[in-house]
Every structure is written in C-alpha cells, then in structure tokens.
C-alpha cells in the first residue's frame, strides 16, 4: 500500500464508519471539521466514504460497506499497522447484524492500542489531539506507545 508520506512529514490515517442512523451526525461532524480532515489520509466504509466524498467534499478510500465485510477490512489494515486513529460513530439503539464483525473492530483496536472514538464528542476530541497531529513529524510509534 503506497502512503503520502515523506521521511519529515506524513499524514495521519484515520478510518471513518458510521452507522446508518448516525450518518447524518458523521457528515455534521465531518463538515466542521473538513480542515482537520483534509490534513488525513482517510479510509472508511463504503456508504459512509461515499457521503465523505460526495457531501463533505473530502478525499477518502472507499471499502465495502461494513455489512460486507467493510468493518472487517479496517479490523486488517489495524494489524498492518495503516490506520492510526479510528471514527466509529456506532448507533447504540439498533440491531447490527454484523455486530461480531464491529466486535473484531473494537477488540482489535484495544489489543493494538488504536484510538477510537464511539460518538461525535470523543471524535472531537480525538481529531484535536495533539498526539494525532505529532504523527505529522514524528511517525506512528507516537500513539502507538
């Protein structure tokens, strides 16, 4: 996988995934901080991605959708080692029927110690962090530990 990166200066990569009930909240989010957001390399799910792209105006690789294996895609590029924060705006009111695969997702951000934000006021927080924006010249092992 080629990154947009140089030897002083790389973005970081940041999955987005919405449930369909909180795409409208991602796409608000996202729009407030488009800047921020521009300044990522960002990979999200397919549904999601596409409303990134197409409302937001934001570049973004588009994979499945979670329901098809877009969840678990993510889940992989973690252990590669490709993603270094997560956005999973999860919908707590409705029945996922992916829901072991949003499950692999969580459990394998918590073994590799990636970030990850559940809803609009922790993803606030994690898109201003500092630690996210010193992988800017710093490289991974920043939020890695």
């Given amino acids: 996988m080629q990154l947009n990166e140089t030897s002083d200066n790389r973005m970081p990569r940041v ?4 449930h369909d009930g909180k795409k409208a909240d991602l796409v608000a989010f996202a729009t407030f901080n488009r800047e921020r957001l521009k300044r990522c390399r960002l990979t999200a799910t397919g549904t999601t991605g596409r409303l990134l792209v197409e409302k937001v105006g934001l570049a973004a690789e588009c994979l499945e959708s979670g329901p098809y294996g877009g969840d678990v895609q993510i889940a992989s590029r973690i252990v590669e080692g490709v993603i270094d924060a997560v956005i999973f705006i999860v919908d707590p009111l409705d029945k996922h029927p992916h829901d072991p695969d949003i499950q ?19 993803a606030d ?4 962090s ?13 939020l890695a530990g």
């Fill in 15 to 18: 999955a987005i995934i919405a």
């Fill in 104 to 122: 692999t997702l969580m459990r394998v951000c918590n073994v590799r110690n990636v970030p990850l934000a559940t809803n609009i006021s922790t």
């Fill in 125 to 128: 927080i994690l898109i201003c």
């Fill in 130 to 142: 500092e630690l996210l924006w010193s992988l800017e010249s710093e490289g991974p092992e920043v």
